[in-house]
């Protein structure tokens, strides 16, 4: 599977330290309120468990998932695979966290659903940001790290389902883009 890797663009020792840093942001924030992590499968199942890990005061964990039609290039039809029931999200303050933020569809999408269920707030939190590509006004509110417009794989992001396992986030090689 590192064969397949060009170049480590984030190693692994990066990523715990920013994955660090937001964590305590998120406790100063919701330190004394009740909260909920919605996590946006797969993608980012593994920032969400590293991240709750260490965030020392109680939340909720729910789970939403979603899907976008069309090229990888393109902010592609999206649909709704999965989201959490009303008595996870009414009247709670929900923390959302994806893996990635890219043209903006997934998340403000999902946010719009959460609010429409009846979520009393919903704050965003993503791994990698890589706002040259947004097509949407939508920013999020915590963000680990900032990406250039490259194709990314590992830490929870893969390419047509292989190398979420990676520890570190990596440029693919061409030849192992079919
Ligand atoms: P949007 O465009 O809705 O995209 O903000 C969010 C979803 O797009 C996928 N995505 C990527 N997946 N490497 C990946 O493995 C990338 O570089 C990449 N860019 C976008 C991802 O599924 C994300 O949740």
Redesign the pocket.
Known sequence: MNHDIERVLIPEGEILAGVERLAREITEFYRGSEFTVVS?LK?SCIFASDLIRRIPIPLELAFAAAH?YGA?TE?GE?SIDLLPTGNEVRGRRILLV??????????KRLKDELLASGAGEVRTCVFLD?PS?RALEFEADLRAFEVDN????GYG???AGRYRNLPYVGVLRDAAIS
């Open positions: 946006v993608g976008s990888r902010a999206l994806d893996d990635i933020l890219d043209t903006g569809q997934t998340l890589k590509r490259l194709f990314v794989v992001l893969d390419y």
